[in-house]
């Protein structure tokens, strides 16, 4: 496979990164997927963002990341450098400008903690102006391609789904490294 460059995570594009080290949370998440069903080569991906693309200067790209306290624009290097990572795509058309788009729109909605407790505590409530990683990335995907895991509600999309799905291609998959 090439190596990475900023323009390998183009805009819409999804980006699964994978569990960090003896990271807790990750490694419940892991866990979750694990009982879900799903292979250690699916599980390992505990996050999921929506890139932005390059900037104009292409030396910095832009993802949607939804992580504690609140969702926000950053930098895919400056949040995941050094940490493996497998950047999808459709493999049918889609225009990942509208996904982009409506990503960015989440920025500043405060994270879905009880959204996440809901994986292990069911008869929890569900808070439609928050979001969860998979399950913001979910929504955005939908605003373009409305049968993406078909009837699965958004909140019980977890990273492992993106991994395995079929409707799904892998671009590129290693480590992000520190310099580009």
Known sequence: MQSFTLDVPRMGYIVLVERAGKDLIG???????LAAGFGSQHAKYTHVVISGGCNSKCDKVYIVNIQPPKARLRDLLEAFAGRNIKVMRFKADADYSRIAYFAATLCDR????????????GFLFQVKEKFFCSEGSAWAIRMEVPGFYGALPDYKIMPAHYSASDELETVWEGIIPKEV
């Open 110 to 121: 405060p994270y879905d903690w009880l959204g996440v407790l809901k994986f292990k505590l």
């Open 27 to 33: 490694g419940a998440i892991e866990k979750q997927q």
